[in-house]
């Protein structure tokens, strides 16, 4: 059974159509880096995967349940990390966690949560409001989340950006040790060096349509689109 | 999926944010003390006049403060894309509808009740035997207005003139909420017996149990559209 399965999808806004039939299969343990340019349709991609949009032709299926008619039962897999954190300024990091966890029905007590955040280098800032935080330090905090949540997909939007060395080897650790676990990983992602390290398989999204490439090459490859 | 502890968990968020930023109540409650204040001094404070005025300045000072409240109810989630979070989280819109309404409604009392003394002292009442069946009263108008002002405060969050299109939504549906309130206020400051203006407290108890069932199974299509 594959992890993420898209079939045939396509998705207009008004004339334009940014998604055309676009098939792509994520199988579990897997995880698969999608490129391509600004306005490619990246992520439109993946909020139709992550159910906040309804494609205008084609479906998909998470775990073997179909994603448009089933998909409360597909939320309860998936898990997106976005260029939006999804955290709340006035919360601190441990609330901020403990809210999330608990929109899940978890409830992890307070040496779990510190273990997370010290394994993403944000320990110390535990008691800090998000609004005093910078975008790698959310980035690092969602990372913590999700190592607590173990969501079987995991959808990623850009997952390097904002971070600094350290925190994309941090980010290549977890997604390594997800894939490991058996969850799929579909990310876009502008950075070849870093995605080629984690890919198993590798696309290009150009003017809607998709294509694959071989994940030896991404490096390599002097333009990619 | 735990339907309560979300709705414990929404409202906790909420009125933990408000408790540290004061950004809500506060702005409500400058804007409903300078409505009192502009009141008091263009009338005369003879407590029948003030008897016959001060229900209907009194429910426009709570419904105008009230939507200065629900308006900035959905749009905190905006930040950081909170509102894509809650949309992919596993849970029962049912449920969001319900955290969101339990903390504008509360939001709203904590106002009212740190206005209603300057009410009594701005216009002279004398109203503290009748405290409990104000407080029946306070609490039925109020959940009227919030329990319509949650689902529309959900519907305009992603239109650019929702500042105006709340008010203009709201105002016309909440019409009996307002006539019943001044009426049933009315009738308790004059002293009428119970009998006289109990239909207006019934109408009251009417909306809220309707508005709030109509709102929670609605609130669905507005959330996933």
Known sequence: MSGIRGIQLSQSYRHYQVLKDVSFE???????????????????????????????????????????????????????????????????????????????????????????????????????????????????????????????????????????????????????????????????????????EVAGKAGVLFQGTLRDIAVKDLAAAHELF | MNFFNVIRWLAWKDLLSEMRSRENISSMFFFALIVILIFSFSFSTDQQTARELMPGIMWVAFVFTGIIGLGKSFTAELQNDCLENLQMNPIPRGAIYLGKLASNLLFMLIVELIL????????????????????????????????????????????????VMLPILLLPLIVPVMIGAVEATGGLLRGDPISLYRPWIELLIVFDVIFTIVSFWVFEFILDH
């Open chain 1, 26 to 196: 994520v199988a579990q343990g897997e995880c698969y880096a999608l490129f391509g340019p600004n306005g490619a349709g990246k992520t439109t991609l993946l909020k139709l995967l992550a159910t906040l949009q309804k494609p205008s032709s084609g479906r998909f299926e998470m775990m073997g349940h179909d994603g448009i008619r089933d998909r409360n039962r597909v939320r309860e897999f998936l898990l997106m990390i976005a260029h939006g954190s999804y955290l709340y300024g006035e919360l601190d990091a441990v609330e901020n966690i403990r809210f999330a966890l608990a929109l899940r029905g978890l409830s992890p007590d307070a040496r779990e949560i510190k273990t997370a955040l010290d394994r993403v280098g944000i320990g110390a800032f535990a008691d800090f409001k998000i609004r005093y935080f910078s975008e790698g330090m959310k980035k690092r905090l969602s990372i913590a989340k999700a190592i607590l949540i173990r969501p079987k997909v995991l959808l990623m939007d850009e997952p390097y950006s904002s971070l600094d060395e350290r925190g994309m080897k941090l980010m290549n650790q977890f997604i390594r040790e997800s894939t490991g676990q058996g969850a799929s990983v579909l990310m876009t992602s502008h950075n070849r060096v870093q995605s080629a």
């Open chain 2, 116 to 163: 209603f003394p300057l009410f009594v002292i701005f216009f002279n009442l004398d109203v503290f035997e009748k405290i409990p069946l104000f407080v029946l009263i306070l609490i039925a108008g109020t959940l009227g207005v919030s329990s319509v002002g949650t689902l529309f405060s959900a519907m305009t969050v992603q239109i650019r003139a929702r500042e």
